[in-house]
């Protein structure tokens, strides 16, 4: 079955699993801006991060056969420090109109401080005044639940952005039905240890159903999986699951979120079928 891996950090991949993707049958992967694994030093580390995430990552996934679309933002592992942040942020319309660009992502909170809830915002403003798309990182672990509603209180309380407009990421079993209920997109992290298992993914599907949810693997340099899309398809197949349902999950759906941006372009060159 073909698949859309919605949220997967590629530069922090070799290119072997950009080949073992795409037997295992992806077309597309969208990838936000993240942490590189360091804090970096200031903002011209960005623009070359920007660069290389619009200019050069997608020849790596495109001679797998798979389009590579991009999301532009300082993350929030980094918003602690406001006075980069704004300079980053005042970079990012350079970037904009460049093709495969989707929107302002992956922006958000990691320790719910007063600091990233500035540059969450600030962010959110710049998203409202070019019409952008918006993917949110909610924080990990025991700071998820707040984090998360802290969240959706900002973008309810800016209102210039239309829930549908926004996916709210990394939800989980404690976060996804408000985040739902708010209007908003939601994405499923399948990561080993942090977010949400194959199997716990499925249990959210059935009780929450398939609109606005989608599933993907946020592969980066930590211990992640960048098959785990796939490993989602299995599990709903040993349950039961028909494949119309599957596919709207891991294709349908974030292509309908996609959509929404007046850039999306997208012709499927992966010949690979389920």
Not at 37 to 46: A, I, K, L, N, V
Not at 70 to 91: D, Q, Y
Not at 193 to 210: L, Y
Request: proline share 5%.
């Amino acid at each position: 079955m073909n698949y859309i891996d919605p949220h997967i950090h590629m530069v922090s991949r070799t290119t072997d699993d950009y080949k073992r993707m795409a037997l295992a049958g992806c077309v597309m992967v969208s990838e936000p801006a993240f942490w590189a694994g360091f804090d970096r030093s200031g903002p011209e580390g960005f623009r070359d991060y920007f660069r290389q995430l619009t200019e050069y990552e997608g020849r790596r996934a495109g001679a797998y056969g798979i389009a590579h679309h991009s999301w532009l933002c300082i993350n929030a592992k980094e918003a602690e420090n406001v006075a980069l942040s704004r300079e980053v942020i005042a970079m990012i319309p350079e970037f904009l109109d460049r093709p495969g660009v989707l929107g302002i992502g992956e922006i958000g909170l990691n320790k719910n401080t007063r600091n990233e809830a500035t540059v969450f915002q600030e962010h959110l403003d710049l998203a409202a005044r070019t019409g952008e798309l918006v993917l949110v990182h909610t924080p990990h672990l025991a700071d998820k639940y707040q984090g998360t509603r802290m969240i959706l209180d900002m973008l309810r309380e800016d209102g210039r952005i239309p829930p549908v407009r926004v996916c709210i990421d990394h939800v989980e079993e404690h976060t996804i039905r408000a985040a739902l209920d708010a209007g908003h997109w939601v994405g499923m992290t399948l990561y080993p240890i942090t977010k949400c298992t194959p199997a716990r993914a499925a249990d959210m599907i059935e009780v929450h159903g398939t609109e606005r949810i989608m599933a993907n693997s946020a592969g980066d340099w930590g211990h992640s999986d960048p098959l785990a899309v796939p490993e989602l398809i299995f599990e709903m197949r040993r349950r039961g699951h028909d494949e119309a349902t599957i596919r709207k999950i891991v294709y349908e759906n974030p292509l309908a979120f996609f959509s929404q941006c007046h850039r999306f372009e997208f012709t499927p060159r992966n010949a690979a079928v389920g």
